[in-house]
C-alpha cells in the first residue's frame, strides 16, 4: 500500500484512512488500538471513532476478552475493502496518466537525444535526472559551479566543473534561480543544444 502520509503534498483524506483501518484488521484481526494508530498516522481517539464508525455501518465486528478488543471484517466489510482497493488504484492510474501527459513535452524535445548532461546539481536537477533516467535516458555527467559538489556523485554519476571535457547530445540547465545566467555560461564556453528545464509549468526550453 502506497503511504501517502509519506508524501509531503498529499492530506490522508477521511476515506484513504478508513481504507487503512480496514486492510490493517483484514491482515491482522488482533491488532490494537494503539497499532492502528501507528499504521494510520492519527491519535488513538480518533481511531476510536473511525472503528466506531465503520461498526455502525456494518463493516466490522467487535468482540472483547477482558479488556482487549479483537476486531473482525465482515462480508461487507471485506467487500467495502475492496472497493477502496480498486478506487485507490483508479486514482493512482489516472494520477499517473495526467503526469505523463505533462511531462512529454518534455521528452518530445530531447527526441533523438540519448546522452544527457545536466547543468546544476541541486534539487531542480536531481529531480529532472530522476525524470530522465526514468524514460530511458542516459544522464551521463552534472555540471555544477559549486567547487563543494564537484567530485561527489548523484546515482553514481559524476559531478564536474563546467569547463571540464565531457561527452553528450544535449545539455540541461537545471536551476530556480540562475537558470538563464548558467545557460548563457555554457553557451560562452562553446557548448550547444543547450536547454532551461523551467519549474515553473514543467516544461523544458531549447536556448542554444
Not at 21 to 41: F, N, P, R, W
Not at 78 to 86: A, D, G, I, T
Not at 143 to 169: C, H, L, M, Q, W
Request: charged letters at 25%.
Amino acid at each position: 500500500m502506497v503511504k501517502i502520509s509519506n508524501l509531503k503534498f498529499f492530506e490522508p483524506s477521511p476515506y484513504f484512512r478508513k481504507m487503512l483501518i480496514l486492510e490493517s484488521i483484514y491482515e491482522d484481526e488482533t491488532i490494537t488500538q494503539k497499532q492502528l494508530s501507528i499504521k494510520v498516522g492519527i491519535v488513538p481517539s480518533l481511531i476510536n471513532k473511525y472503528l466506531s464508525e465503520l461498526k455502525k455501518d456494518g463493516f466490522i465486528t467487535v468482540t472483547k476478552t477482558g479488556k482487549r478488543a479483537k476486531y473482525n471484517l465482515t462480508k461487507n466489510g471485506l467487500s467495502e475493502l475492496n472497493l477502496m482497493r480498486l478506487a485507490f488504484f483508479n486514482d493512482i492510474v489516472n494520477l499517473s496518466n495526467q503526469i505523463n501527459v505533462h511531462l512529454e513535452s518534455i521528452f518530445l524535445k530531447l527526441k533523438g537525444k540519448r546522452h544527457i548532461a545536466v547543468y546544476g546539481a541541486g534539487i531542480v536537477g536531481k529531480t529532472l535526472c530522476e525524470l530522465l533516467v526514468n524514460r530511458n535516458f542516459n544522464v551521463v555527467v552534472f555540471f555544477d559551479d559549486d567547487e563543494s559538489k564537484i567530485g561527489t556523485r548523484i546515482r553514481g554519476i559524476p559531478v564536474i566543473s563546467i569547463n571540464s571535457p565531457a561527452k553528450f547530445d544535449a545539455l540541461v540547465v537545471a536551476s530556480f534561480k540562475n537558470a538563464r545566467k548558467m545557460a548563457n555560461k555554457a553557451l560562452s564556453i562553446g557548448f550547444r543544444d543547450v536547454y532551461i528545464f523551467k519549474t515553473e509549468g514543467i516544461k523544458l526550453i531549447w536556448y542554444g
